[in-house]
């Protein structure tokens, strides 16, 4: 069943960024957020991350295999 719903310009504007910025749809975000009670705020954060994690990737920025290998150490995964 499919609602319609009057969201704010600004929600709005929120919602679009967050479509252009992910791989999620309009509908996705909004289920995430009302079924997950991840407010656009969190998602905005968390796309935020994920996109500064890649740029710090591609310019190089990586763990070195000693700190990778002391957290596989920790949980046991070496």
Do not use: C, P
């Amino acid at each position: 069943m499919k609602n319609n719903v009057e969201i704010s310009e600004d929600l709005n504007r929120r919602i679009e960024m967050l479509t252009s910025r992910s791989t999620l749809t309009r509908d996705q975000i909004i289920e995430d957020a009302l079924s997950h009670g991840r407010s656009l705020a969190w998602q905005e954060k968390w796309i935020a991350g994920v996109q500064a994690g890649i740029e710090s990737a591609d310019r190089g920025d990586f763990a070195k295999e000693e700190e990778i290998a002391a957290v596989l150490n920790k949980y046991g995964q070496a």
